[in-house]
């Protein structure tokens, strides 16, 4: 596989694919992101690798996903790159009806009998995605302190120190304290 991402760049083909076990090795690039509008990550390299054991109609993926995405920053809004790491296990049933109860805690993926191909791409997207923190920020640097965007932290400071401001000016007990003053 080269650096252009194509539409096939993350099918197996289960209707070629041998009974037992066989492994898959699946990179994650920047076109692969842009193929999901709306995404949040804008940019990124993440090698995948896929453990299949195909058995009759079902077939068990073992995926370990590891890398870097760049993501925007939940505090100052600038991106950077996030560690990404996964580990999980889809069975694919090509039955149409399996059940996740079926296969304890595998999540399942129901393919109809003629499928000759698993596509991964929406399941990878989402591993990745789902292995994000959920607050976003940037890591701090060797001195410990944050390696947010200076200018944006300080705008941020200026305007809580605003809001704060204004609070206690429109507080109730501002008005009973100043109305107190004035008749002593």
Known sequence: MGKKDNLYSYVIAYGSLPQG?????????????????????SEGRVSVRVDAEKAGSFMTLAFAMEGNVKVA??????????PVA????????????????????????????GDAEVDLA?????????????????????QGRSACNKDMLAK???????????????????KLSAGGAAHK
């Open 21 to 41: 076990k066989r492994s898959f090795r699946f990179e994650v690039n920047d076109a692969f992101f842009r193929r999901f509008e709306g995404s949040e990550i």
């Open 122 to 142: 929406q399941y990878i997207y989402e591993s990745i995605c789902l292995s994000l923190p959920m607050q976003r920020l940037h890591p701090d640097d060797e």
């Open 86 to 113: 996964f580990e999980g296990v889809l069975t694919v049933s090509f039955t149409g009806d399996a059940e996740e109860d079926d296969f304890s805690e595998d999540e399942v993926m129901n393919m109809q009998p």
């Open 73 to 82: 920053c939940d505090r100052c809004l600038d991106e950077f790159l996030a």
């Open 156 to 174: 941020l400071r200026e305007l809580q120190q605003e809001a704060q401001r204004v609070k206690s000016e429109n507080s109730p007990w501002s």
